[in-house]
Structure formats: C-alpha cells, structure tokens
C-alpha cells in the first residue's frame, strides 16, 4: 500500500525554522515527482515546492524562494522540506504528495489535481 507520512510541523516563532519530513511507506520516490502544499484556512490549497526525482528539477513559489529547501534522501525515502525565516504568513496545514510520471517545473507550481498519494498534513504555526 502507498502511503506518505508528513511530520515535523509545530509552532515556532517568526524567523525561526522548522524541517518537514515526507517519508514513503509501500513505494520508493524513483521515478516520481513530490510536491509540497499548503493550505490556510479559508483560502485553496497552494503548492509551493516540487522535486522530481526523473530529472531533479525543483520548483518554488515566490512566497518561500530563498527561504524554503526542499531535498530527498533515498536511503531514507523520504524528501525534506526545510523552512527558514519563517513568518506569519507561513501559518497553514503542509501536505506532501507524491505521483509518478510528473515533472516539475521553474516557473509552474505543482497541480494538486495531479498528485495520486497524499500524506495526512502536518499544522505550521508562526507567531509574530
């Protein structure tokens, strides 16, 4: 059975850090594209980053570039977002998923609709 385990949220106060963990049970990441999400009440779900693991091409939003890293690590099967300078407005439920056959791309954002396995969420609060 595929299945994905999102961890490593919390709260933490503006410009702190905090590193997620999305690690893969059932499957291993060859071949499929990990996107990151997020999603703050009342508003859609977002998607901030990306790694393909075809061609490692990487994706950021503008919101996080600069500040957000996302990595893999295949021993582990699992891909890490870590996030630095942390604000406010970084305060959102993060979910990780995963889909085979996906590229990621510069300067497009991953498409939720595309992504087949998905983690359960893990809560990011920032306090100002």
């Known amino acids: 059975e595929v299945q994905l385990q999102a961890s490593g949220g919390g709260l933490v106060q503006a410009g702190g850090s905090l590193r997620l963990s999305c690690a893969a049970s059932?499957?291993?990441?060859?071949?499929?594209?990990v996107g990151w999400f997020r999603q703050a009440p009342g508003k859609e779900r977002e998607g901030i980053s990306c790694?393909?693991?075809?061609?490692?091409?990487?994706y950021y939003a503008d919101s996080v570039k600069g500040r957000f890293t996302v990595s893999d690590d295949n021993a582990k099967n699992t891909v890490y977002l870590q996030m630095n300078s942390l604000k406010p407005e970084d305060t959102a439920v993060y979910y990780c998923?995963?889909?085979?056959?996906?590229?990621?791309?510069?300067?497009?954002?991953?498409?939720?609709?595309?992504?087949?396995?998905w983690g359960q969420g893990t809560q990011v609060t920032v306090s100002s």
């Open positions: 998923a995963a889909t085979k056959g996906y590229y990621c791309y510069t300067n497009y954002p991953p498409i939720p609709r595309l992504f087949r396995s």
């Open positions: 790694i393909s693991h075809s061609d490692h091409s990487l």
């Open positions: 059932g499957f291993t990441f060859d071949g499929y594209a």
